[in-house]
């Protein structure tokens, strides 16, 4: 196979693994606000139940990894970073996260989420000196302006909420943060292998996400069959699953791609939100729908510049 043939291969199954991830990440929103519409459960106790059941999977794979021959030992650099990504991208964002939905709809959170391609970029650009080809700035202009446009016509829904503002800061924390892993985690698994990244950084995040939870204390939760349920839904369908699939993404593809590819998480999330939990579609976000499954598929032809 020659090489610009390969590399399409490469690139187009990249793509597919990256979007699967990404629907499957759209789920979690869901599953949370089940959770909190069916249990009396908070976010702590919450992100604590998803953690703990993908915990094992991820110190599986570590311990696979690290006990092969080929296995190559993190450096004291890799190690602080990939700690660092762990604590950063997925117990903060994902705490922020998890606090924002007890406040806001799920379509509204996807939303708010998804500017972390933006943050993703510009922080490849400006820290890395990394070029954003004109077919991500296309790409990026159309994801974006159909993301504001669903935004903007939800808020008129959703004002009269007097934590509105408050669950949106929280979500525009997460996105901040995940930015931060996105970009990391886009220069470090090159170096460490794909699944081994992930499965080092979800355990750190595992453990802190843990160590908040009996630092704060026990929360007064009956631990129900419906709600160890979501718990595991959270943990295999909505964490486990999209994490090796986005990681094996940013190994194929790279961060920017990732990033814009993934924004077919709010249009996932926004139609689930619809048909699950009753929530409202209305015209800017049909709108804003259509103008991000064209700027994701705009980004699917692109094979170069990775």
């Known amino acids: 196979m020659s090489k610009p043939a390969a590399g399409n291969k490469a690139y187009i199954t990249g793509f597919i693994i990256t979007f699967i991830g990404a629907v499957l990440f759209s789920t979690k929103a869901i ?3 089940l959770a909190f519409r069916h249990t009396s459960v908070d976010a702590v106790t919450l992100l604590a139940l998803r953690m703990f059941f993908s915990v ?10 690290s006990s092969r021959e080929s296995n190559v030992k993190f450096t004291t650099k890799q190690w602080l970073g990939v700690i660092f990504l762990g604590l950063i991208g997925y117990y903060l964002s994902s705490l922020f996260d998890f606090i924002g939905l007890q406040y806001i709809s799920a379509g509204l959170e996807r939303l708010i989420l998804f500017l972390y391609p933006t ?7 400006v820290i890395f000196k990394k070029t954003i080809n004109r077919v ?6 159309l994801t974006y302006a159909g993301i504001a446009i669903a935004y903007f016509g939800e808020m008129k829904f959703d004002t009269a909420n007097p934590d509105f503002y408050l669950g949106s800061f929280f979500v525009f ?3 901040l943060t995940f930015s931060i892993y996105l970009v990391g985690s886009g220069r470090l698994i090159p170096k460490v292998g794909a699944t081994k990244f992930t499965a080092y950084t979800m355990t750190s995040a595992s ?3 843990l160590a908040h939870y009996f630092a704060a204390g026990s929360q007064a939760v009956h631990f129900s069959g419906t709600l160890l349920g979501y718990g595991v839904a959270l943990a295999i369908i ?4 999209p994490t090796f ?4 993404g940013l190994k194929r593809i790279g961060s920017n791609n990732v990033a814009i590819v993934s924004s077919i998480g709010p249009v996932s999330t926004i139609l689930q939100a619809y048909f699950i939990l009753g929530e409202q579609l209305i015209m800017a976000q049909v709108i804003g729908t259509v103008l991000v499954i064209a700027g994701v598929l705009l980004t699917g032809w692109r094979n170069r510049d990775i």
């Open 31 to 33: 599953f949370v606000k």
């Open 56 to 65: 094992p999977f991820y110190i599986g794979v570590a311990f696979f990894y």
């Open 119 to 125: 943050f993703a970029i510009l922080l490849n650009a």
């Open 136 to 141: 991500q700035q296309l790409a990026l202009l």
């Open 173 to 175: 924390l997460c996105a």
């Open 207 to 209: 453990v802190g996400v």
């Open 238 to 241: 909505a964490t486990v699953i």
């Open 245 to 248: 699939f986005i990681s094996n």
